[in-house]
């Protein structure tokens, strides 16, 4: 077998850096003996990038092939990331960090940027995990799904909150049971009454938290057409022919994706998605169980469509009676149908983005 090639061999300078809100900390290494350069620190600003990305270039004679090793680069240093990117500089996520790493020798943001510098150096090039693009068409869809998620929270919250209320005050509404859409509607059109003061309250934070609840459901609404719109003009688009495959759960596995060369294959996706098969076994039972890890909103897409497709795709009930008479349960089937469709989704995605690099091309 042919060994890979590692950082240090392909890449004459590193670049560590620890992201924060308000400052980044560079520190630089020389990859043939690992020997610290320098460290400085940024403010988070565009000038501040542009002011570090020229200290780097002094102290590495401008080389193109400068690692830069970012951490959190699809958050605090997002905007990094594109930066030293548009500089054409070749740009990798972090590598993960041991905290047992730090044990007697300390933490700071310096040693922390120097650590991950260093922890690049051994790592095969073909497996660096590149950052997300956030050009147009895929950070749209990353900002829509991150604010659906935070709305989709507010509204379980808040419907919580409405049950919890009318079964604890009597405001004149059956709550035995969960409250009902054509219930909310009905709360949020309640008038005032002249009642005492705790009724009176109670009535009117009924009122509120409804149209809350009615507000935050106008706007998933709206969030699911956009969502629709821009996977449609995508990479994802042959996804959404897909049985279980929706717009939401479509943009989700599309964010994760990102783009052509983050993930290197359909394994490594996998992996990400928290669905590649763990050994379990022990004695005469020989099994594998469902992997906990990895982006859970990707999981949390493949499980859905998984579900969708036991319940109404013919196929996959076909093979769902066949696992079952095999002795196999239900966590164990989804688990299979979870790993065939991320390799379905994965697959899809690649053939896309090479056809429209093709079309690019002519």
């Known amino acids: 077998m042919t060994a890979q090639p590692?950082?240090?061999?392909?890449?004459?300078?590193?670049?560590?850096?620890?992201?924060?809100?308000?400052?980044?900390?560079?520190?630089?290494?020389?990859?043939?003996?690992?020997?610290?350069?320098?460290?400085?620190?940024?403010?988070?600003?565009?000038?501040?990038?542009?002011?570090?990305i020229n200290w780097v270039a002094r102290r590495t004679d401008g080389n193109a092939d400068t690692l830069w090793v970012i951490e959190g680069a699809a958050t605090y240093g997002a905007i990094l990331a594109g930066t030293v990117t548009a500089y054409g500089f070749p740009v990798t996520e972090a590598p993960r960090m041991s905290k047992k790493q730090n044990h007697g020798v300390g933490k700071t943001d310096a040693l922390d940027a120097h650590r991950m510098a260093a922890a690049s150096l051994p790592l095969p090039v073909n497996k660096l995990r590149h950052p997300r693009l956030n050009e147009g068409i895929r950070q749209a869809p990353?900002?829509?799904?991150?604010?659906?998620?935070?709305?989709?929270?507010?509204?379980?919250?808040?419907?919580?909150?409405l049950n919890a209320?009318?079964?604890?005050?009597?405001?004149?509404?059956?709550?035995?049971?969960?409250?009902?859409?054509?219930?909310?509607?009905?709360?949020?059109?309640?008038?005032?009454?002249?009642d005492e003061l705790s009724p009176r309250i109670a009535r009117s934070e009924a009122v509120r938290l409804a149209k809350h609840i009615l507000d935050l459901e106008q706007q998933l609404t709206t969030n699911e057409q956009q969502l629709d719109e821009l996977v449609r003009v995508s990479e994802a688009a042959p996804l959404m022919e897909e049985v279980g495959f929706k717009a939401i759960n479509v943009a989700k596995c599309f964010v994760a994706w990102s783009h052509e060369g983050r993930v290197r294959n359909e394994a490594a996706f996998a992996c990400l998605a928290g669905v590649n098969p763990?050994?379990?076994?022990?004695?005469?039972?020989?099994?594998?169980?469902?992997?906990?890890?990895?982006?859970?909103?990707?999981?949390?897409?493949?499980?859905?469509a998984a579900i969708t497709r036991m319940t109404y795709?013919?196929?996959t009930r076909i093979y769902v009676e066949k696992r079952r008479a095999e002795g196999k349960t239900d966590r164990e089937i989804r688990r299979?149908?979870?790993?065939?469709?991320?390799?379905?989704?994965?697959?899809?995605?690649?053939?896309?983005?090479v056809v429209e690099e093709v079309a690019l091309a002519v």
């Open 6 to 52: 590692i950082v240090a061999h392909c890449h004459p300078f590193v670049v560590g850096v620890d992201t924060h809100a308000r400052n980044h900390v560079y520190a630089i290494i020389n990859s043939n003996n690992g020997a610290l350069l320098d460290t400085q620190s940024f403010p988070a600003t565009s000038a501040g990038i542009n002011r570090a």
């Open 336 to 353: 299979c149908i979870k790993r065939y469709l991320v390799r379905r989704v994965f697959k899809i995605f690649h053939v896309s983005a």
């Open 278 to 304: 763990i050994p379990a076994s022990s004695g005469n039972t020989t099994r594998h169980r469902l992997n906990r890890g990895g982006d859970r909103s990707l999981n949390a897409a493949l499980h859905l």
């Open 142 to 161: 990353r900002i829509l799904v991150t604010a659906r998620s935070s709305m989709a929270k507010d509204r379980t919250r808040s419907v919580n909150a």
């Open 165 to 194: 209320l009318v079964r604890s005050n009597v405001l004149g509404i059956d709550a035995r049971k969960k409250l009902t859409s054509g219930q909310i509607t009905e709360v949020s059109r309640w008038r005032e009454r002249e």
């Open 313 to 315: 795709d013919n196929e």
